[in-house]
């Protein structure tokens, strides 16, 4: 399992597009991915799960991810959110 610390960056913040962006891209990978944000743990490939966290940006998460692509599928989540 591998997990790092991510602080949103996204363009468009406020629209629902890059939630559904995150969930296809979380949806390449074999591995579990969960976003945490405070108390709530959702996994990335379900898009109700993503939209009740109401990413924004400065927002600091924790991106988790269990499986045999797990490296991958964390650099990949990373990259899309920072890519302000």
Do not use: A, G, P, R
């Given at each position: 399992m591998k997990k790092c610390e991510v602080v949103v960056n996204v363009k468009d913040d406020k629209d629902a597009r890059p939630i559904a962006f995150l969930v296809q891209t979380a949806s390449?990978?074999?591995?579990?991915i969960y976003i945490e944000c405070g108390e709530k743990?959702?996994?990335a490939?379900?898009?109700?799960g993503m939209m009740t966290l109401s990413l924004t940006n400065g927002m600091s998460i924790a991106v988790t991810a269990d499986g045999q692509?797990?490296?991958?599928a964390i650099?990949?989540?990373k990259e899309f959110?920072?890519?302000g």
């Open positions: 390449q990978f074999d591995s579990k743990h959702v996994n490939k379900s898009i109700m692509d797990e490296e991958e650099d990949k989540i959110l920072t890519e």
